[in-house]
């Protein structure tokens, strides 16, 4: 690919507005005609490189090559060679052999090394940073549910993590309203840069009243309070134990939502019993299975623009 139109999505706060508009505009066309994109991966080859475990993103990329007539090659980072070698010249091998690059890497730094090897594009599959394809599947769903994103609110509640930086980026390009309900708020979690934009779009609200904050809301939205990997390791259990204290209070359950007539989003993997209860992933008002379904659509058109082949 001419380095010319190299692009890459590493964040979506180095993408232009109307180019983000375009690959929403385009995961919605594709969800409701996929056939009309059978063959336009014809002969290409993604590499989904992972340090750390997933579901959803891996078969998501996977099929999603499948179904446009391409092919997804699954690397586990423990059995390749990136751990012997600088990350840059394994990204550059991998350019030689493949077409497009997704990593879901642990630290957002090793990611861009990823990118500055590579000479075709790189897609950040979530680091500790951002988590952008999930972003986009994530404003699918609230189109797909509502009558236009402009306008409507969107109550995140929960650890402030990967996820709300790339909400907080997507909700000011799109008009979305986002109230965070973030008890745990770590400085070197959030990205400042992204916060400081939405607030002077007057799109952000920040705040602790849990009740008010649902009330006239359109779609709620919880996630993992604690890393995914850490999440059922021995060695981080205190952390665990004091962060479901703080949070707990925080539950998104049928009392809470008692207060509202949202739908309901998690992005998964689901913790019942901790951030959400079980009644409320499987509510009527649930739009859990098709968010992640949605991941799909989404890095379809991800990949069809980045690859210039629409
Ligand atoms: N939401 C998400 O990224 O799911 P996985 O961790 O299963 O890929």
Partial sequence: MPQNDLKHLITWKDWQANDIKEVLDLALEIKQNPNNYSQHMNQKT??????????????SFEAGM????????????????????EIRYESAYL????????ARLKKHEDLLELKRGASIPVINGCCNMYHPCQGMADMLTILTNCDSLNGT?????GVHNNVVNSLMALCEVFDVHLTLVCPIAKEDAIDFDL??????KGLLTETLNLIESVKNAQFVYTDTWIDMEFFANPEFSTL????????????VNADLMSH???KIMHDMPI??????TDEMVEHPDSVIYEQAENRLHAQKAIMLKLLHLV
């Fill in 240 to 251: 665990k134990e004091e962060r479901i204290k703080l949070m707990l209070p925080y539950q």
């Fill in 46 to 59: 993604l590499v989904m490189l992972f340090q750390k475990t997933s579901t959803r993103t891996r078969v």
């Fill in 195 to 200: 916060r400081d934009k939405i607030i002077k």
């Fill in 153 to 157: 609110k969107l109550t995140y509640i």
């Fill in 66 to 85: 499948t179904q446009m007539g391409g092919h997804g090659i699954f690397m586990d980072w423990l059995t390749s060679n990136f751990g012997l070698t």
């Fill in 95 to 102: 350019s030689r052999n493949s077409d497009i690059l997704m």
């Fill in 271 to 276: 913790h019942p019993g901790y951030e959400i």
């Fill in 260 to 262: 509202s007539n949202a």
